[in-house]
């Protein structure tokens, strides 16, 4: 990743519930907020402008990330069915661990047992 590049907020995706947003510490968009039916690609050229964090649960954006470089970033959320209380708890002892690794990496998934990172195509 270019020196000095750092996400500037986030971008929650549909599939992740915008009852979220205070979940964080930085600015946070829902895509909700931005022109209904919005394609994949227009929002990730969106997040690439804004340099935002994509969360989503969408496996295309992921594919994606594989193939680019920052920005946007990815957060992939793979926890399956989880009610929002309890993936809110989950973001609170796990966020700052991922915004940190953020800073030097391009992708991040998240399962309900684990954190994967990815740097320039490799998993840590």
């Known amino acids: 990743m270019p020196q000095g590049l750092a996400p500037k907020g986030i ?3 549909e599939n992740v519930s915008a009852r979220l947003k205070t979940a964080f510490a930085v600015p946070v968009v829902h895509v909700s907020e931005w022109q209904e039916g919005l394609k994949d690609w227009a929002l990730w050229e969106r ?3 804004d340099h935002l964090v994509i969360v989503t649960q969408d496996a295309d954006f992921t594919e994606r990330m594989l193939a680019q470089e920052p920005p946007p970033w990815v957060v992939h959320v793979r926890v399956g069915n989880m009610r929002v209380q309890e993936f809110r708890d989950l973001l609170d002892r796990i966020w700052p661990r991922i915004w940190e690794a953020l800073q030097s990496h391009k992708l991040v998934v998240i ?4 954190l994967e990172f990815v740097r320039g195509g490799e998993a840590d």
């Open 11 to 13: 971008l929650l995706d």
């Open 47 to 49: 997040a690439r402008e």
């Open 111 to 114: 399962y309900r047992d684990r």
